[in-house]
Nanobody, 117 residues
Framework: QVQLVESGGGLVQPGGSLRLSCAASGRIIVINHIAWYRQAPGKQRELVALITSDGRTDYPDSVKGRFTISRDNALNTVFLQMNGLKPEDTAIYYC???????????WGKGTLVTVST
């Protein structure tokens, strides 16, 4: 059973930073496309960062320049560095393997990010 476990969320003030981690069992982090998604209350889940198996990255305009996705193959972990956080970044953040632009696995518990004063 493949498992992806998100961690690193918390409460942060506007303008602050957080680093999220997505730890995987096995080598799926190394050999696959992995994405971070988020779901805010009352909204649909949206993709916020993608890293391909060969290290290319992609972001929507809403987070471009503020979020950075990276991968540590030795740790089987994907990170999401989030800087310049805004209240609208408040959401539960999830990671998943991606094939043809679509998430593959059942969603995990995610990690809650709250940006507030």
């Amino acid at each position: 059973q493949v498992q992806l476990v998100e961690s690193g969320g918390g409460l942060v003030q506007p303008g602050g930073s957080l680093r999220l981690s997505c730890a995987a069992s096995g080598r799926i982090i190394v050999i696959n496309h992995i994405a971070w998604y988020r779901q805010a209350p009352g909204k649909q889940r949206e993709l916020v960062a993608l890293i391909t198996s060969d290290g290319r990255t992609d972001y929507p305009d809403s987070v471009k320049g503020r979020f950075t996705i990276s991968r540590d193959n030795a740790l089987n972990t994907v990170f999401l560095q989030m800087n310049g956080l805004k209240p609208e970044d408040t959401a539960i953040y999830y990671c998943n393997r991606v094939i043809s632009g679509r998430p593959v696995y059942s969603w995990g518990k995610g990690t809650l990010v709250t940006v507030s004063t």
